[in-house]
């Protein structure tokens, strides 16, 4: 598969990067932690984004979408990473439009994908229960009570989850509390009785929640796929949710890398531009260098989402394990390399910094994935 980008691919990035340079840099997410926004992202500038057909990139043409595939989808997500823009494309154009193409029935496609290309709808995946990325380890209850089910149990950083209008939430109808036999989805209206909701301010300024659920009705209608089997459809979702958020973070790691070498160009000590130290060039180029394997690694798992589904799990873990290590690296000399100053709200450096960090835990830290890549080649 090639590993460059077709004239459309670029005219996209391009696009992509001159609308969100104008109209979401990243003193637009510091406006919005400074005002304490009760949504987390600009309404106006979604309906834009939508407009622009980024929230239909990978939807069938039937629905409203552009069919343009998931390599497209992801140079959106890194143009977003260098502007860290706060926006539902990863909750809801990502992972919940994956959940109800490779999930959903045709009436469920029919009735909500075409809403989420026009941008009208939002969703939420509900799936942690614990501390750490432990997919098949739900604990959440669906009993079966007629034509209905019963859901109880509890969620954590649940993404954009305290504004989405529709949560897809994992719970266990069957099986051991650690397998993946027995799990289902359904997909839950927020505000729906026996819901509760409570958003956390993470460190990085965007929005998760903390879900309670005491007795929520769901009729079986409601149920994404066979009963039980919501493994098959969670685990390529998960994938593509894992693709795409490392897409997001090499944007992170390619502005705060182009931030830096600016600094390193016009900071001075003793004379000289502190670029002009070695040991500091040394640094930078090897930077450099890891940014450069880590564009490759994305650019076949991206192309794998559409081409080779097959591959997708281990080229998925390899490349999210790959990019939590480049962004960690980046951002973690960024901020040395710009001194104390690095570390203080007075600079813009700091929050790529702290999303870095966030996104590093989303779906699966380096640990998680290095195992689960040494178990899928056989080790």
Same mark, same amino acid.
């Given at each position: 598969?090639?590993?460059?980008?077709?004239?459309?691919?670029?005219?996209?990035?391009?696009?992509?990067?001159?609308?969100?340079?104008?109209?979401?840099?990243?003193?637009?997410?510091?406006?919005?932690?400074?005002?304490?926004?009760?949504?987390?992202?600009?309404?106006?500038?979604?309906?834009?984004?939508?407009?622009?057909?980024?929230?239909?990139?990978?939807?069938?043409?039937?629905?409203?979408?552009?069919?343009?595939?998931?390599?497209?989808?992801?140079?959106?997500?890194?143009?977003?990473?260098?502007?860290?823009?706060?926006?539902?494309?990863?909750?809801?154009?990502?992972?919940?439009a994956s959940a109800l193409l490779l999930g959903g029935s045709s009436a469920q496609q029919v009735a909500l994908?075409?809403?989420i290309a026009a941008g009208e709808l939002t969703l939420a995946l509900a799936l942690e229960e614990y501390h *750490?990325?432990?997919?098949?380890?739900?604990?959440?209850?669906?009993?079966?009570?007629?034509?209905?089910?019963?859901?109880?149990?509890?969620?954590?950083?649940?993404?954009?989850?305290?504004?989405?209008?529709?949560?897809?939430?994992?719970?266990?109808?069957?099986?051991?509390?650690?397998?993946?036999?027995?799990?289902?989805?359904?997909?839950?209206?927020?505000?729906?009785?026996?819901?509760?909701?409570?958003?956390?301010?993470?460190?990085?300024?965007?929005?998760?929640?903390?879900?309670?659920?005491?007795?929520?009705?769901?009729?079986?209608?409601?149920?994404?796929?066979?009963?039980?089997?919501?493994?098959?459809?969670?685990?390529?979702?998960?994938?593509?949710?894992?693709?795409?958020?490392?897409?997001?973070?090499?944007?992170?790691?390619?502005?705060?890398?182009?931030?830096?070498?600016?600094?390193?160009?016009?900071?001075?000590?003793?004379?000289?531009?502190?670029?002009?130290?070695?040991?500091?060039? *040394?640094?930078?180029?090897?930077?450099?260098?890891?940014?450069?394997?880590?564009?490759?690694?994305?650019?076949?798992?991206?192309?794998?989402?559409?081409?080779?589904?097959?591959q997708l799990p281990i080229l998925a873990s390899l490349a999210k394990a790959k990019l939590n290590e480049l962004?960690?690296?980046?951002?973690?000399?960024?901020?040395?390399?710009?001194?104390?100053?690095?570390?203080?709200?007075?600079?813009?450096?700091?929050?790529?910094?702290?999303?870095?960090?966030?996104?590093?835990?989303?779906?699966?830290?380096?640990?998680?994935?290095?195992?689960?890549?040494?178990?899928?080649?056989?080790?």
């Open positions: 598969m090639p590993l460059v980008l077709n004239e459309e691919q670029r005219l996209l990035r391009d696009t992509a990067r001159d609308f969100l340079a104008s109209h979401a840099p990243v003193s637009a997410l510091r406006k919005l932690r400074d005002e304490r926004n009760p949504l987390g992202y600009e309404p106006q500038l979604w309906r834009q984004m939508a407009e622009l057909g980024w929230a239909s990139i990978i939807l069938p043409e039937q629905y409203g979408g552009l069919d343009f595939g998931f390599l497209g989808l992801g140079l959106v997500m890194e143009e977003c990473g260098r502007t860290l823009v706060a926006s539902p494309l990863f909750a809801s154009a990502v992972v919940g994908l075409p809403k *750490h990325h432990r997919p098949t380890r739900i604990a959440t209850t669906a009993v079966r009570e007629g034509d209905d089910f019963l859901l109880n149990g509890s969620k954590t950083f649940v993404v954009d989850g305290h504004s989405a209008d529709l949560l897809i939430v994992v719970a266990r109808s069957a099986g051991e509390e650690s397998g993946p036999e027995g799990l289902s989805l359904f997909l839950v209206e927020r505000k729906l009785a026996g819901v509760s909701c409570r958003r956390t301010l993470m460190a990085d300024s965007r929005n998760a929640a903390d879900l309670q659920l005491d007795n929520v009705r769901v009729g079986a209608h409601q149920m994404l796929g066979e009963e039980g089997n919501g493994w098959a459809i969670l685990a390529p979702v998960l994938d593509r949710g894992r693709v795409a958020i490392a897409a997001e973070m090499m944007g992170c790691a390619l502005e705060a890398f182009e931030r830096t070498v600016a600094y390193l160009k016009e900071r001075r000590q003793f004379g000289a531009p502190i670029g002009s130290f070695q040991a500091l060039q *040394h640094r930078a180029a090897q930077m450099q260098a890891d940014i450069e394997l880590c564009r490759s690694v994305l650019l076949q798992a991206l192309s794998v989402v559409d081409e080779k589904p097959g962004v960690k690296r980046v951002t973690n000399e960024a901020v040395q390399m710009h001194g104390g100053i690095g570390v203080t709200d007075a600079l813009d450096i700091g929050f790529f910094l702290k999303r870095a960090r966030v996104t590093m835990q989303l779906f699966g830290d380096t640990g998680f994935h290095k195992d689960r890549y040494a178990t899928l080649c056989g080790y």
